[in-house]
């Protein structure tokens, strides 16, 4: 059984910052992509920075400069640093993975990460 799990939200004040961590287990071959999306109330869920395959990064315009997202390959985990929070970024974040495992290529969503901005 395969789990993703966030961590590492919480209530800062705007200007500061946030490290989020996603963490993927199970029966998992390869990982081909995974990073970080946000759905704020009554808003879709929209991309905030991902790792693709070959290593690349995709960012929403939104967070480049601000946010940085990194990996641990041997932990299967990713990093999510948010520095400059502002008061548009509050919202549920959520880890996506997308691997090779023995059912097959999968998507897994984990249960997803509150962040609060104070102003």
């Known amino acids: 059984q395969v789990q993703v799990v966030e961590s590492g939200g919480g209530l800062v004040q705007a200007g500061g910052s946030l490290r989020l961590s996603c963490a993927v287990s199970?029966?998992?071959?390869?990982?081909?992509?995974m990073g970080w999306y946000r759905q704020a109330a009554g808003k879709q869920r929209e991309l905030v920075a991902t790792?693709?395959?070959?290593?690349?990064?995709n960012y929403a315009d939104s967070v480049k400069g601000r946010f940085t997202i990194s990996r641990d390959n041997a932990k299967n985990t990713v990093y999510l640093q948010m520095n400059s929070l502002k008061p548009e970024d509050p919202a549920v974040y959520y880890c996506n993975a997308f691997f090779s495992g023995a059912y097959g290529r999968q998507s897994y969503w984990g249960q997803g990460t509150q962040v609060t901005v104070s102003s």
């Open positions: 790792f693709i395959t070959g290593g690349s990064t």
């Open positions: 199970g029966s998992i071959f390869s990982i081909n992509a």
